[in-house]
C-alpha cells in the first residue's frame, strides 16, 4: 500500500485492489490508522459510488494532524460476483447512502476496537476543526428565509439569478409556499452575504440567513453596552452568537459542554432573560409580509374610497378641482404599488430578463393612470379630451390586486399552519430539583434534567420514563390512535399527550433538536421537491405572461377598428375605449393559480401525512403513490413484529460453556432482531456464561450473518444455508415447525441451534386485505426460510405465486426489477426496516421503509431510511393512507390546473368585449387575483376534510 505526503495541509491516499471488499476494507482503514497514528471516521457523503471512491475523516494523527485519507475501494465487481449476493452496484447514487458503502460499514463494525454502529463513527468529531482540509473544501449548505415569494414565477425568477448570476452554485431548492430557499454554495464562490445583496437587487426579494445549529437560545439584551458584551463573550461551550436585532442575540452552544440554565446564570446581567419563543421560520417571515401587505391594503383603500365618491358620486364639485383631488390621491396609490409592483417587475426584467405577472399589473395600472393624467393636462389646457381621465380605475387595480394578495397570503399561512409540525412542539415542562417541582420554559431543559409529565399534558421533549408509568397518545406524530403503554425504561416522544398517569423523564434529547424537528426538517425538505406535475405547471407559467400580452395587443388593435368603423368614434375615443380593454384583460389574467396548484398541495399533503406518521421526503411520491401496482414486503419487521421469541434453544456441542459463550459474543450488540432475541434470551437463561477471553473480530455478512475467529477457527451464526447446517434433523424439524432458525457453527461444526417465531402485525392481515380488494398484487420476499415464509404469507393472505424465501439482498433486488420490466405501467413499492432491504428500497419505484416502537425516537435503520423515499411511524397502516393520500392530492392538483384554465379563459373572453353587451370594467379586473387563487387554495385545504384511516 502506498502513501503519499504527510506535510501541514497535505492529505493520506490508499489504493488497493479488493477481491472480498469489508475484510480488504478493513485492512486498509487499519494500515491507514498505523500510518498517520489516528482514528479515521466516515463522513456522511463519502462513498463517491460512480469512482469507487470512499473517503475518509481522519481525527488527529502526526504530521501535523493531516486529517485527510482516501481509501480506494474496488467493489464494484464484487458486487455482482459475491456468491452471498450481499450487495449490488445499481443503486441510484442520489440516494443519501450509496448501500455499497455497507462494505466500508461492515469493515467498521467488524474492527472490535471500533465503534459498532455507523452513528458513532459519523458523529466523531475532528482533533482540529480549524485544520479540517475536507471541510474546507466541501461546498456549504445555505438555507434563506425570503420575503416576497407569491408564486411559480417567483421560484423560476429567484433559480434564474442564482444560476446565471451567483457562480459556484448548486443544487438549488426552493418553495414558495413555505418562503425558503437552499443551496450548495462551493468554498471558491462569494461570500454568502454579497449572494444575498445580489439576490435582493436582481429580484426584490428581502432574504435571512437560517441559521441550522444543533442548539441555541435568543436572548434578550437590556442595553447596547450589553450586546457588545454577549458578543465578545467567551464562556467554554458557547459556540457562536449572533444579533438578531437590536434586543435579541442568538447564542449557540454545545449541550454536553454546558446546560442552558447554567448559561443564563453564567451570563448574569448581560441578559434580561430568554426572548419570546421563535417561530416557524417559513410561518414567521409569511406573517411578517402578511402584516405588511396588511399596511399596504389599509392605505390603499383609505385613499382610493375618497377617488371613487369623486368619480362616481354626485357631488357638486368643480370638474378641475375634482379631477386634481382624484390626481393627488391616485398618485399616492401609485407610490405604494411601486415597492409591490414596479420594483420586482423592472428589476425581473432588467437582471434576470424574466416578465412575469407582475409586469402585467404594472402594464395596466401605468396605462390607466398615464392616460388619466395626460387626459387632466388637456383638461388644464382649456381642451378637454372626449374621453375624461378615469384615476379610479388605476387606484381601484392597485387597491384589489394588493387587497387580493392579503386574502390569498392570509389563506396560506392558515392552511400551513394548520398543518405546521414545529407547532406540536411544547413550549413549558415541569422541572424537578430536589424533590420540588417548578415550570420552566422548555428551551432550559438540559442533559441530565428530570421533567415531570402529568394527565392531558404534553411531553417537552425526547426522554426516557426514569418513574411511573401510563398510557401515552402518540397520534399526533406516528398516527397510531390506540394508546401507548409507558413504564420505568420506555421511551416517549416529544409532542405527543401524556394521557392519564404521572411519569418523571429524563431527556435524551433536547427541544429545538428531537423527533419533533427531525420529522419537520424531513417534511420541509420534501416540499422543496419539484414533480413532474409541477415542471408541466412551471412550462405553462411560463408562457403565460407573453401569450396575454399579446393577446392584450390584439385586443386593443380590434377595438380600435371596431371603434372606427363600426362606430364611427374618432381616433381619440378609439383609443380611450380600446385601452380600457387592454387594460381590464392585462390585470385580470393570473398566473398565480397554475403555479400554486401543486406547491399548494404538496405542503398540505405533506403535513397531513407527518401528523399521520408517514413522513414523505420526495415530492415525487405525493404524485407518485397513487399509481402503485405491486406492493412488496420484507417478513422480519415489517409484516411480523420486530422482536420475535426464541421457542427452542439446543446445544449440540460437547463443551456447553464455549457453545454459549461463543454464541454470547456473535449475537451481542448486534441490532438483527434475530441476534436481538438471542442475546436476551441467553440472557434470561439464568446460565453464567464467561466472556470469551479474546474478541472474534467480527464481521457482518448482510442477508446472512455473522462471522468471526476463534482458537484459529471460523465461527459463525446465521442462517442454515449460509452455515451448511440445512442436513442437520434438528434444523430439518425447526424448519418444518415454520421456525426462524440460527445456527452457531465452529469450522463448518454445528455448536447451537435455535428456533425463533415471530408474531403477525396485527395491522398485517386487514393491510393486505384492503391493498389487495384495490387491485393491488402484494408480495412477500424475504431472506428467511421457505416453511417460516410462506407460513406468515399463508397467514395474511399472499398467495403462494407472489412469494420468495431465502432471498439474499441481491435476489431481493432482482426480484423488485424483474417485476417492474414484466409489464408496462408498473408501479413497485418495497417495504422494509433493515439493511438489508437497502437495495431494494433503492431499486424499487417507490421505497419505503418501517419503522415503530422505540424505533422512533432514532428512526430505524439508518442505511435504508437514507435509501427510502418513505419512513412509516405508524407501521403498516400507513402504505393505504399513503396511496389513498396520494390519490385525493392528484384530484385537487388536477382540479387546480382546470380551475385555472377556466378561469382565465373566461376572465380574459369578459374583460376583451367578447360578450360585446357585458363586460368586466378595468376598475374591477383587480378582484382577478383572489378570485383566481382562492378556490386553489381552498381546494387544497380541503385534504384536511378527507376521512383517511391510518
Not at 411511573?468 to 425504561?489: C, F, H, I, N, Y
Not at 434438528?730 to 417465531?757: E, H, N, S
Request: aromatic share 4%; net charge negative; proline share 5%.
Amino acid at each position: 500500500m502506498g502513501y503519499g505526503c504527510c506535510s501541514k495541509g497535505a492529505a493520506c491516499t490508499a489504493n488497493k485492489g479488493l477481491t472480498q471488499p469489508e475484510q480488504q476494507m478493513k485492512d486498509n482503514i487499519r494500515d491507514l490508522d498505523e500510518h498517520v497514528k489516528a482514528s479515521a471516521s466516515l463522513p456522511r457523503q463519502g462513498h463517491d459510488l460512480a469512482s469507487s471512491t470512499a473517503t475518509l475523516r481522519v481525527a488527529g494523527g502526526e504530521a501535523n494532524k493531516c486529517i485527510e485519507a482516501v481509501a480506494a475501494v474496488e467493489c464494484r465487481e464484487v458486487c455482482d460476483t459475491d456468491d452471498k449476493g450481499l450487495l449490488d452496484d445499481e443503486g441510484d447514487i442520489d440516494k443519501q447512502r450509496s448501500p455499497c458503502s455497507l462494505h466500508l460499514q461492515t469493515a467498521f463494525e467488524s474492527d472490535s476496537s471500533r465503534p459498532k454502529t455507523t452513528d458513532d463513527i459519523l458523529t466523531a468529531p475532528t482533533k482540529n476543526p480549524d485544520t479540517d482540509i475536507e471541510k474546507q473544501f466541501q461546498p456549504e449548505h445555505v438555507s434563506l428565509a425570503v420575503q416576497g415569494m407569491t408564486c411559480s414565477g417567483c421560484v423560476t425568477k429567484l433559480e434564474r439569478v442564482l444560476n446565471d448570476s451567483v457562480p459556484g452554485v448548486s443544487n438549488i431548492r426552493i418553495d414558495f409556499v413555505m418562503g425558503s430557499a437552499g443551496f450548495d454554495l462551493a468554498p471558491s464562490a462569494l461570500p454568502t452575504s454579497d449572494i444575498i445583496r445580489s439576490i435582493e437587487k436582481a429580484t426584490g426579494f428581502r432574504c435571512t440567513v437560517v441559521n441550522k445549529v444543533d442548539q441555541y437560545l435568543d436572548v434578550l439584551v437590556p442595553s447596547k453596552a450589553s450586546l457588545t458584551a454577549l458578543q465578545d463573550v467567551s464562556v467554554p461551550g458557547i459556540l457562536q452568537t449572533t444579533s438578531l436585532n437590536k434586543r435579541v442575540i442568538r447564542i449557540a452552544y454545545n449541550p454536553t459542554a454546558i446546560g442552558a440554565r447554567t448559561l443564563l446564570e453564567t451570563l448574569g446581567d448581560l441578559t434580561d432573560g430568554l426572548a419570546p419563543p421563535p417561530e416557524d421560520p417559513s410561518l414567521a417571515n409569511s406573517r411578517k409580509k402578511l402584516r405588511d401587505t396588511l399596511l399596504k391594503t389599509l392605505a390603499a383603500w383609505a385613499l382610493t374610497i375618497p377617488v371613487l365618491v369623486l368619480a362616481w358620486g354626485h357631488l357638486s364639485l368643480n370638474p378641475a378641482t375634482r379631477a386634481t383631488v382624484q390626481l393627488v390621491l391616485a398618485t399616492l396609490v401609485q407610490l405604494i404599488a411601486v415597492p409591490e409592483f414596479y420594483r420586482p417587475a423592472v428589476s425581473s426584467l432588467i437582471y434576470s430578463g424574466a416578465v412575469e405577472m407582475d409586469m402585467l399589473v404594472v402594464v395596466s395600472i401605468t396605462a390607466a393612470y398615464l392616460y388619466s393624467v395626460v387626459a387632466f393636462g388637456f383638461r388644464l389646457a382649456g381642451s378637454p379630451l372626449e374621453t375624461p381621465e378615469f384615476f379610479e380605475t388605476s387606484a381601484l387595480l392597485v387597491t384589489l390586486v394588493v387587497f387580493g394578495r392579503l386574502v390569498a397570503a392570509y389563506a396560506r399561512i392558515r392552511a400551513v399552519a394548520a398543518v405546521s409540525v414545529r407547532s406540536l412542539q411544547p413550549t413549558s415542562a415541569v422541572l424537578v430539583e430536589g424533590g420540588a417541582e417548578r415550570e420552566v420554559d422548555a428551551r432550559l431543559l438540559q442533559f441530565g434534567d428530570q421533567f415531570r409529565v402529568f394527565g392531558d399534558c404534553k411531553i417537552a421533549t425526547d426522554g426516557r420514563v426514569m418513574e411511573g408509568s401510563s398510557e401515552v397518545d402518540e397520534s399526533m406524530v406516528t398516527g397510531e390512535s390506540t394508546p401507548v403503554v409507558k413504564r420505568a425504561g420506555s421511551d416517549v416522544i416529544a409532542g405527543t399527550r401524556n394521557i392519564w398517569g404521572t411519569m418523571t423523564v429524563q431527556p435524551t434529547r433536547l427541544p429545538g433538536h428531537n423527533t419533533v424537528t427531525d420529522i419537520a426538517d424531513m417534511v420541509e425538505q420534501a416540499s422543496k421537491g419539484v414533480p413532474k406535475i409541477q415542471s408541466l405547471a412551471d412550462r405553462v407559467a411560463s408562457y403565460f405572461v407573453p401569450a396575454v400580452s399579446g393577446i392584450a395587443v390584439v385586443v386593443f388593435i380590434v377595438w380600435i377598428i371596431i371603434s372606427v368603423r363600426a362606430r364611427g368614434d374618432t381616433a381619440g375615443q378609439a383609443v380611450a375605449h380600446s385601452i380600457t380593454y387592454s387594460i381590464a384583460v392585462l390585470a385580470i389574467s393570473c398566473p398565480c393559480g397554475i403555479g400554486l396548484a401543486v406547491p399548494m398541495v404538496l405542503v398540505i399533503a405533506g403535513g397531513i401525512a407527518a401528523r399521520a406518521g408517514v413522513i414523505i421526503k420526495s415530492a415525487d411520491v405525493t404524485e407518485r403513490a397513487r399509481k402503485v401496482t405491486d406492493v412488496l414486503f420484507d417478513k422480519t419487521g415489517t409484516l411480523t413484529e420486530t422482536d420475535l421469541d426464541v421457542l427452542s434453544f439446543d446445544v449440540l456441542a460437547s463443551e456447553t460453556h464455549e457453545a454459549l459463550a461463543v454464541t454470547r459474543a456473535l449475537v451481542q450488540g448486534n441490532k438483527h432482531p434475530v441476534s436481538v432475541a438471542v442475546a436476551k434470551f441467553l440472557e434470561s437463561s439464568g446460565e453464567k456464561v464467561a466472556p470469551l477471553a479474546r474478541e472474534l473480530n467480527l464481521r457482518i455478512i448482510p442477508g446472512a450473518g455473522v462471522e468471526g475467529v476463534h482458537d484459529g477457527a471460523i465461527v459463525r451464526g446465521g442462517s442454515p444455508q449460509w452455515t451448511d447446517s440445512m442436513e442437520n434433523p434438528l434444523v430439518k424439524r425447526l424448519i418444518q415447525d415454520k421456525m426462524t432458525v440460527f445456527c452457531v457453527t465452529k469450522d463448518k461444526q454445528l455448536l447451537a441451534v435455535a428456533g425463533l417465531k415471530t408474531r403477525i402485525r396485527p395491522e398485517a392481515v386487514s393491510v393486505v386485505d384492503q391493498l389487495q380488494r384495490r387491485g393491488i398484487a402484494v408480495h412477500l420476499v424475504s431472506g428467511d426460510n421457505h416453511a417460516a415464509v410462506h407460513s406468515v404469507a399463508a397467514e395474511v393472505g399472499i398467495p403462494a405465486l407472489h412469494v420468495s424465501a431465502a432471498c439474499t439482498p441481491a435476489m431481493k433486488r432482482d426480484y423488485v426489477v424483474k417485476l417492474m420490466a414484466s409489464e408496462k405501467g408498473k408501479t413497485v413499492m418495497f417495504c422494509g426496516d433493515g439493511t438489508n432491504d437497502a437495495v431494494a428500497v433503492v431499486q424499487a419505484d417507490i421505497g419505503v421503509q418501517i419503522s415503530g416502537g422505540d424505533e422512533l425516537v432514532t428512526m430505524g435503520s439508518e442505511v435504508t431510511r437514507g435509501a427510502a423515499d418513505v419512513v412509516l411511524l405508524a407501521g403498516l397502516q400507513g402504505v393505504p393512507f399513503l396511496i389513498d393520500l396520494s390519490g385525493a392530492a392528484y384530484r385537487r392538483m388536477v382540479f387546480n390546473f382546470v380551475w385555472s384554465g377556466v378561469y382565465n379563459l373566461l376572465a380574459i373572453l369578459m374583460t376583451s368585449g367578447a360578450f360585446v353587451t357585458w363586460r368586466i370594467p378595468p376598475a374591477y379586473a383587480g378582484l382577478g387575483e383572489v378570485v383566481s387563487i382562492l378556490p386553489v387554495i381552498l381546494a387544497a385545504v380541503t385534504l384536511l376534510a378527507v376521512k383517511l384511516r391510518v
